[in-house]
C-alpha cells in the first residue's frame, strides 16, 4: 500500500520563502515522476511543477518558473518544493503526486489524471 505524508507549508510574507515536502513509501515501480500542483477554493487544481525520476529534468507553470524549485532524494524517497519571493497569489493547497511517467504523449506530464498517488495537501498562505 503507498502511503503519501507531506509537510510543510504554512503562513509567509510577500517575498519570502517556504517549502514543501513529501515523502512516499510503497511505490513498486521502478522509477516514477513527481510532480507538486496546487488549489483554491471554488477552483481546479493547476499544475505547478514536475520533476523526473532522475532529477534531470523539471518543468514548471509559467507563473512560477523561476521562483520554486523541485527537487528529490531518491535514497530517502523524499521531496521537495522550495517556493522563493513568494506572491499572495501563490496562496493555496500544494499537493504533491506521483506517477509512472514524466513524459505523456511526447509532452511532460501536467494533468493530475497523469498522477496516481496523491499527498494529502499542505496549506501555504502568503500575506500581502
Known amino acids: 500500500q503507498v502511503q503519501v505524508v507531506e509537510s510543510g507549508g504554512g503562513l509567509v510574507q510577500a517575498g519570502g520563502s517556504v517549502r514543501v515536502s513529501c515523502v512516499f513509501s510503497g511505490i513498486t515501480w521502478l522509477d516514477y515522476a513527481v510532480a507538486w500542483f496546487r488549489q483554491t477554493p471554488g477552483k481546479e487544481r493547476e499544475f505547478v511543477a514536475a520533476?523526473?525520476?532522475?532529477?534531470?529534468?523539471?518543468d514548471y507553470a509559467a507563473s512560477v518558473k523561476d521562483r520554486f524549485t523541485a527537487a528529490r532524494d531518491n535514497v530517502q524517497n523524499k521531496h521537495i518544493l522550495r517556493m522563493n519571493r513568494l506572491k499572495p497569489e501563490d496562496t493555496a493547497v500544494y499537493y504533491c503526486?506521483?506517477?509512472?511517467?514524466?513524459?505523456?504523449?511526447?509532452?511532460?506530464?501536467?494533468?493530475?489524471?497523469?498522477?496516481?498517488?496523491w499527498g494529502q495537501g499542505t496549506q501555504v498562505t502568503v500575506s500581502s
Open positions: 520533476i523526473s525520476f532522475l532529477g534531470d529534468e523539471t
Open positions: 503526486a506521483a506517477g509512472p511517467y514524466y513524459y505523456c504523449s511526447g509532452a511532460v506530464c501536467v494533468k493530475d489524471s497523469d498522477y496516481a498517488y
